[in-house]
């Protein structure tokens, strides 16, 4: 992945980019977003912008070719003023170079197709669980060049308030020891779930370095099929009997385990009522892929994403 220049800019809003690629969330509500725009490559400093019509954005793209594209997940009745707040879609953003545990080797901003492919999966785990146990349907999903977004439009969440949009965040990514466990149900199936697939990918070196002994990390470590299971069927409590473990180390390995779950993705995106998004059809001009909206999360290929410029070389 590398940078495009101004000139491959300016071809792809020129000759690639329709009004027609934008979403119909984004398209119907056009002239209610906040729209930011990145000119330098250094973050979206141009804010409060507003369309009237798709051909008055088409317009700007074509003319001035930002380097990236926002709008904004609120709708405002004074977008340009950040004013007059109607709701806002509920977002989340899973960004694969910011992902907890890695099975690749990119560092900083970097990403590749096994850490996409990761991201990939926690947002179709994500999805999962907005819609069947939250029952939520217009879920829609978005390759952002370096990660996907979720961006939910059911009228129940976009008037959500922060506090709630919290308490969803860490519903979904098991962010939270739940509080109301009963001793005969154990925890909630997607608390076990996210717990359980943290847990795996937990090594003797991540529990030293959260505080526990090396013979005693070792020792979880070789019992970790059994520890997986307890997890698995909500029997966390259990692992509090494993030698070495004990009541103060059972705590701070539920504090572990959840901080490591909600991280996963950005909550303070989901939390942000005015938060601005890359533009799905634009181009993310640092990887020179662009943003596209995801028809099948379980069969996305990265091929949609290549923009014309790199095969015409
Ligand atoms: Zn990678």
């Known amino acids: 992945m590398r940078e495009a220049t101004p000139e491959e800019r300016k071809r792809y809003y020129r000759d690639e980019w329709s009004s027609k690629d934008l979403p119909d969330y984004v398209l119907h509500t056009l002239s209610l977003r906040e729209f930011g725009f990145d000119h330098e490559g250094k973050g979206p400093s141009d804010r409060y912008n507003q369309f009237m019509t798709p051909d008055e954005l088409s317009d700007y793209l074509c003319d001035r070719y930002p380097y990236a594209v926002y709008c904004s997940v609120a709708l405002y009745e004074r977008p340009s003023e950040r004013k007059k707040w109607l709701k806002s879609e509920l977002a989340f953003d899973i960004d694969a170079k910011d992902l907890p545990f890695k099975r690749c080797d990119c560092s900083g901003g970097d990403v590749c197709e096994l850490c996409l492919e990761d991201a990939r999966r ?34 129940s969440v976009m008037e959500m308030g922060q506090a709630s949009r919290s308490q969803v965040v860490e ?46 990390a070792k020792k979880l470590m070789k019992e970790k099929d059994k520890a997986v299971d307890l997890i698995k069927k909500g029997k966390f409590d259990n692992i509090r009997n494993f030698e070495g473990i004990g009541p103060k180390y059972f705590k701070r390995l539920m504090d572990f385990l959840t901080r490591l779950n909600s991280e996963y993705t950005d909550g303070k995106v989901t939390i942000d009522k005015k938060r601005i998004l890359r533009v799905p059809s634009s181009l993310h001009s640092t990887v020179s892929r662009k943003c596209v909206e995801i028809k099948d999360i379980h069969n996305f290929s990265f091929e949609k994403a290549m923009p014309n410029f790199l095969n015409e070389g």
Do not use: Q
Not at 174 to 189: K, N, Q
């Open 122 to 155: 926690v947002t179709a785990e994500f999805g999962e669980t907005l819609s069947s146990d939250l029952g939520l349907n217009n879920i829609s999903y978005v390759y952002s060049g370096r990660g996907f977004h979720i961006r939910v439009s059911d009228d």
């Open 171 to 216: 519903y979904v990514t098991g962010g939270v020891v739940p509080s109301d466990v009963t001793l005969s149900l154990g925890y909630s199936r997607v608390f076990r779930e996210r717990a359980k697939r943290t847990f795996e990918e937990l090594s003797e070196e991540d529990l030293v370095e959260n505080g526990l002994g090396r013979s005693s």
